[in-house]
């Protein structure tokens, strides 16, 4: 019987990746002076534990390098050797150079194996430079024996190794050969195979475990790289490391207590003397729970793709089980009164299509609770952005955060992790100024930059904030008449002026970098924030710092939208771009030539768009705009008034593609399924103002006014 293991890779690789987060968190918040106990054990046991699984799986090379990383943690670990900024550094860099083979290994590719040897070649440096050593330690240090203080200035000349493989060993997707395999390469080794404990053929499970093996390391190699290959499985198995001595040691001539043999368990693996059955570190023997990660929806760190599973809290499936109980309750009672059904049981119907629809929306819920995961799956980069980047800049930058634990949709956070890089990497290069300049303006030499999430009214709220430099005002309005956007004798609001930025190709950067200024990339933000319902604002202070408010949907499965009637047709308006909705008079018109129909809203003109003629709908009730209603509607930063026969109500609407069961339509994001059967085409609201612009006649000439 063929064992598959590849059934366990899709876990392997989310766990692995998790790890990795843990691992560059944990170096990132590492501080060279003073190393927390506890953070590099952390560190130190999530490469344990990528090491471990990619050997079980067979990804050698992922082990291997992972491995020199494991050494020079566990020298850092157990005080030999100092953790210095140089030796950090190193270690974030091979963790994207093992991020990227853990993406090779599970999409089946090639790493870049100049990359790796490179990277491999500065650990090998790192662990090579004894400069990094701890106060008091030595090259060679004096050799360790379990069950024994020190066993003296006299080193071993090989390792007598007892391995006694649990009888489950393999069922947890160990195999016993990976772990000789492992030991030879670290030295000559020869093995002999106790079968003694095979059962008659009659009892023999093939995926259970019966051989042992008394084994001999030849070469006198640290001790500390037995046990690392034994951690992995010491939960699974009974193991014993003992030194072979050189010829005249006398361990009588050792310190009371230094004697390197235990008394041996009268088992049938443990035949050679001086063997003893070594229990597991008290600081390592971790239960199989806190192995485990956390019971939460994972979503692929940057750089390693969108992840096609989510990892649900065990309480959300509960609840949504009790709910479908709920259900079948429900149905089998509606069932019943159908059965035999006259008008004296309306009543009782009644109640049972409410208890129904209240059992639905709850079941709706429950299913989007689901979808849900914390946008610290998205936040968990920005950490190592700041660093890396304010180091690239000769800047001096602190990153706070807030709200890591706000549940967004998965959907969302895959997709807003890409506009948030752009946006802090502005922050970091546009808004906090260089340590000189920001002591000469008064201000501390470290900046910072904060980024926070939040609900607000439904929807999720992401803020972009700095105490930097501000944005130039007058130096972007220049610029915009310089190219045309905005006429000399026009005198646009700071809000106008500072969405100028998003124009495509808008750029006020006397100095193209690799990090910013092309003039590229705040354009793109926009548009696929829009694109998932959303909309971004600025606010800046001169001097005093910026900010970028982003405003999500929460979920992209549900949409909380506007029913509108235009003729027998109807359509929805999503309400987070409604401003508000209004009947107007005459007095509120105006036709301005060659720029079409508008309208006065407050302090300012907002251009009229008729639904019916974008969509070429006939029959429509209002002729006269005064006949109909206006809702004014804001996307991409601009205002305009749709004109519709009628509002029909507010409601929720499970979104279907159109684009997926269909074709794209220019103006129209998607399609709902009404509570009558009928289908409402859910509008796009940029597009529509394309669309507008790109047609004829008076929709036209609208658009053009704000285009």
């Known amino acids: 019987m063929t064992f598959d293991m590849a059934q366990f890779h899709q876990v392997f690789f989310e766990e692995s990746f998790e790890g990795l987060d843990i691992m560059e968190t944990g170096l990132l918040n590492m501080d060279p002076g003073a190393v927390d106990a506890e953070e590099i054990n952390a560190i130190f046991r999530a490469a344990h534990s990528i090491k471990g699984g990619s050997g079980t799986f067979g990804f050698m090379n992922v082990s291997e390098f992972t491995h020199v990383m494991e050494t020079l943690l566990d020298e850092m670990r157990d005080g030999r050797r100092q953790a210095t900024e140089h030796g ?35 650990l090998d440096h790192v662990l090579a430079d004894r400069d990094g050593d701890a106060p008091g330690a030595t090259a060679a240090a004096p050799v360790e024996v379990a069950g024994s203080t020190s066993a003296g200035d006299v080193s071993p000349i090989a390792w007598k190794i007892v391995f006694r493989p649990h009888q489950h060993l393999m069922r947890t997707g160990n195999d016993p050969l990976r772990i000789i395999r492992e030991l030879a390469s670290l030295g ?15 009892e023999y499970e093939p995926e259970d475990s019966y051989l042992s093996w008394n084994l001999r390391l030849h070469d006198a190699i640290d001790k500390a790289l037995i046990d690392d290959v034994f951690e992995w499985v010491e939960d699974d198995c009974d193991f014993a490391i003992v030194p072979v001595m050189p010829e005249g040691y006398d361990p009588a001539a050792q310190t009371a207590g230094s004697d390197v043999t235990d008394s041996v368990p009268s088992t049938p693996a443990a035949t050679a003397p001086g063997l003893s059955l070594v229990p597991a570190p008290a600081d390592r023997r971790e239960s199989a729970e806190r192995r485990q990660p956390d019971e ?45 059904f006259d008008m004296s049981r309306v009543d009782r119907l009644r109640e049972g299509l409410v208890q129904l629809e209240r059992h ?12 849900m995961v914390p946008i610290s799956f998205s936040f968990s980069r920005f950490p190592r952005l700041v660093h890396d980047l304010s180091q690239k800049l000769g800047k001096k930058i ?12 998965k959907t969302v956070i895959e997709k807003i992790g890409d506009p948030l890089v752009h946006l802090v990497r502005n922050s970091l290069d546009h808004g906090i100024e260089k340590p000189e300049e920001r002591v000469a303006a008064g201000k501390p030499e470290t900046g910072t930059v904060y980024l926070g999430a939040s609900h607000r009214g439904g929807n999720i709220v992401i803020e972009i904030r700095d105490d930097g430099r501000g944005l130039p005002r007058d130096k972007i309005l220049a610029k915009a008449v310089e190219r045309g956007l905005v006429k000399p004798e026009e005198h646009p609001s700071d809000k106008e002026i500072y969405d100028l930025i998003f124009q495509p ?44 408010i982003v405003r999500l949907p929460l979920t992209l499965a549900i949409l909380d939208g506007q029913t509108i009637r235009i003729g027998d047709e109807t359509y929805i308006v999503p309400l987070v771009s409604i401003i508000e909705s209004i009947q107007i008079d005459k007095s509120m018109l105006n036709k301005v030539a060659g720029r079409g129909e508008t309208f006065r809203l407050r302090d300012e003109y907002l251009p009229i768009v008729r639904m019916h003629e974008v969509f070429g709908i006939e029959g429509h009730d209002a ?35 159109l684009e997926a069961n269909y074709r794209k339509v220019e103006g129209i994001s998607g399609a709902t399924i009404l509570g009558d059967g009928s289908v409402a085409l859910i509008i796009d609201i940029p597009g529509l103002m394309r669309l507008a612009k790109q047609q004829g006649g008076r929709a036209m000439h609208a658009m053009a006014s704000v285009g």
């Open 398 to 409: 602190e990153l706070k955060m807030s709200g890591e634990n706000t549940e967004v949709d």
């Open 296 to 340: 939460r929806r994972k979503v692929a760190p940057g750089g390693a793709g969108a992840s096609s599973s989510i990892r649900v809290d065990i309480q959300k499936i509960d609840t949504l089980i009790n709910m479908v109980g709920e259900l079948v309750i429900t149905q089998s009672m509606l069932g019943m009164l159908g059965e035999e």
């Open 88 to 122: 950090i550094n190193v270690l974030l860099q091979s963790v994207d150079v093992l991020r990227d083979m853990l993406i090779a290994a599970r999409d089946g590719g090639t790493p870049d194996e100049d990359r790796v040897r490179a990277q491999r070649a500065e």
């Open 623 to 657: 002729r006269d705009l005064t006949d109909g209603i206006l809702v004014v509607v804001e996307g991409e930063g601009r205002k305009c008034g749709l004109f519709v026969d009628d509002l029909l109500g507010q409601q929720q609407v499970v979104i279907k593609s």
């Open 188 to 202: 000559e080794l020869t093995a002999e195979c106790d079968a003694d404990g095979l059962p008659e053929f009659e």
């Open 505 to 548: 190709g808008f750029s006020t950067a006397e100095q193209v970098s690799d990090v910013s200024g092309r003039g590229v990339g705040m354009d793109v933000v926009r548009r696929n924030i829009n694109e998932l319902g959303g909309a971004i604002e600025i606010e800046s202070t001169p001097g005093r710092g910026s900010a970028i």
């Open 360 to 371: 639905t929306r709850e079941l709706q819920e429950s299913v989007m609770r689901i979808r």
